[in-house]
Nanobody
Framework: QVQLVESGGGLVQPGGSLRLSCAVSERTSSDYTIGWFRQTPGKEREFVAG????????NYADSVEGRFTISRDNAKNTVYLQMNSLKPEDTAVYYC??????????????????WGQGTQVTVSS
């Protein structure tokens, strides 16, 4: 059983930055791809970014490309999502998830096996 714990959410003004963290419980994190998703009320979870643990390959949604950066720290078993130039439309609950498709980043939430509890990000003046 892989456990994921997100942290780092909060309230930020438009144009500001936040860094989310996703702590992964087991060393078997190396067998997984980690994705970040977000969800607003009444909408499905939306893929934001993903990273393969073995080689660090990344992929981003068009809506965040150039503003968000996903990275992983193997020593700390932690994946980060650096969010810059935040916009009000980035407001959502952000989730990290683990997918056992080791070398593939999939953008469909149903493909992911384990989920964190989510962290709220609010972008507002």
């Amino acid at each position: 059983q892989v456990q994921l714990v997100e942290s780092g959410g909060g309230l930020v003004q438009p144009g500001g930055s936040l860094r989310l963290s996703c702590a992964v419980s087991e060393r078997t994190s190396s067998d997984y791809t980690i994705g970040w998703f977000r969800q607003t009320p009444g909408k499905e979870r939306e893929f934001v970014a993903g990273v393969t643990w073995t080689d660090g390959y990344t992929n981003y949604a068009d809506s965040v490309e150039g503003r968000f950066t996903i990275s992983r720290d193997n020593a700390k078993n932690t994946v980060y999502l650096q969010m810059n130039s935040l916009k009000p439309e980035d407001t959502a609950v952000y989730y990290c998830a683990a997918d056992n498709a080791r070398s593939t980043i999939r953008a469909t939430s149903s493909e992911y096996d384990y989920w964190g509890q989510g962290t709220q990000v609010t972008v507002s003046s």
